[in-house]
């Protein structure tokens, strides 16, 4: 992961929201994050005041070499803490 992949400052609510799975052995509701929500919510419980949450997405040129990634990293005073990948091929 490196911070030029970074692409767009997020919120939690708005990450949850872009990431509700619907799945039966998950249950009648959606789920942020679906079979992914417990890393999920060790990711937020990192969050300090202060920190942001960024979607990240790898170059163009790594999808097409099939190494492509892309998700929501954690950055603290302008540091990756953490990332949970959402995306790749």
Same mark, same amino acid.
């Given at each position: 992961?490196?911070?030029?992949?970074?692409?767009?400052?997020?919120?939690?609510?708005?990450?949850?929201?872009?990431?509700?799975?619907?799945?039966?052995?998950? %249950?009648?509701?959606?789920?942020?994050? %679906?079979?992914?929500?417990?890393?999920?919510?060790?990711?937020?419980?990192?969050?300090?005041? =202060?920190?942001?949450?960024?979607?990240?997405?790898?170059?163009?040129?790594?999808? %097409?070499?099939?190494? =492509?990634?892309?998700?929501?990293?954690?950055?603290?005073? =302008?540091?990756?803490?953490?990332?949970?990948?959402?995306?790749?091929?």
């Amino acid at each position: 992961m490196f911070k030029e992949w970074l692409d767009r400052r997020t919120t939690m609510e708005e990450c949850e929201n872009n990431n509700l799975v619907n799945d039966e052995r998950l %249950g009648p509701k959606p789920v942020p994050f %679906g079979f992914q929500n417990n890393e999920w919510l060790t990711f937020i419980r990192q969050i300090q005041e =202060g920190d942001e949450l960024w979607e990240f997405v790898s170059p163009l040129d790594t999808w %097409g070499k099939l190494c =492509g990634r892309a998700g929501i990293c954690l950055v603290r005073n =302008g540091e990756i803490i953490d990332e949970i990948i959402t995306m790749k091929n």
